[in-house]
């Protein structure tokens, strides 16, 4: 089976901190994603990767970075935590090609910044 | 842009009810149509899926049909059981690229 883990099931952390998010998988995927999910606005897509060493924008990534030094590790970073980045966060990896279409998620991190 | 609309909740159902979960969807092409369920606690799951019009996902008992006449995907079942009681995405993923792009839950509880 697929696993994709992610560092911690919850965080809280102070207005300011800066915020690491660590999500590995195990099924040598190339594609990695981080959305965040919050109620009555469903999963909002913030980065993604395709391989080693590349990001791409998704539709919410202001406030965010992020880092694929290893194909099966992708890290999400608050640079300085913000009461409006309170939220669930849930990364999901799939493999390239036609199966590309299944992405397989992590258990999420809930996160709270006082 | 490419987008998912569903009904909104909360679902309340009495054991054995029907489900019904609607979704539509806006996309240029022909996008492929995902459910995916999220228990409590955990991340989300892929419950079906169905990549070209007038197919028709199953899995669990759940069954989807990708209506491309009326851009719609809703997820059904016979007969629901307590364990059924989860939060319900509809997603798709546009012919052009990689992004999913999610609705935003329907929450669905199952009273005995």
């Known amino acids: 089976d697929v696993k994709v883990t992610q560092s911690s099931r919850y965080l809280v952390k102070r207005t300011g901190e800066k915020v690491f998010l660590e999500c590995v998988q195990d099924m040598d995927h190339e594609n990695m994603f981080w959305y965040r999910q919050d109620p009555g606005l469903g999963l909002r897509l913030i980065y993604f990767s395709y391989d080693v060493k590349m990001k791409e924008k998704g539709d919410i990534p202001e406030g965010y970075s992020v880092s694929r030094e290893k194909k099966e590790r992708f890290s999400l970073i608050l640079e300085s935590a913000s009461t409006n980045q309170t939220s669930m966060y849930l990364c999901?990896?799939?493999?390239?090609?036609?199966?590309?279409?299944?992405?397989?998620f992590g258990p999420g991190t809930r996160l709270l910044v006082l | 842009g490419d987008s998912v609309t569903q009904m909104e909740g909360p679902v309340t159902l009495s054991e054995e009810a029907f489900l019904t979960i609607n979704c539509t969807y806006t996309?240029?092409?022909?996008?492929?149509l995902f459910w995916y369920v999220q228990y409590p606690g955990e991340g989300l799951q892929l419950l079906l899926k169905a990549t070209k019009a007038d197919d028709k996902g199953s899995n669990k008992g759940f069954e989807a049909t990708y209506r491309k006449e009326t851009t719609s995907f809703h997820l059904e079942k016979g007969s629901v059981q307590v364990s059924d009681s989860a939060v319900y995405f509809c997603a798709l993923l546009s012919n052009t690229g990689n992004q999913f792009y999610f609705g935003t839950g329907t929450s669905l509880t199952v009273i005995p």
């Open positions: 996309a240029t092409g022909y996008p492929s």
């Open positions: 999901a990896s799939s493999p390239s090609g036609l199966a590309k279409e299944t992405q397989y």
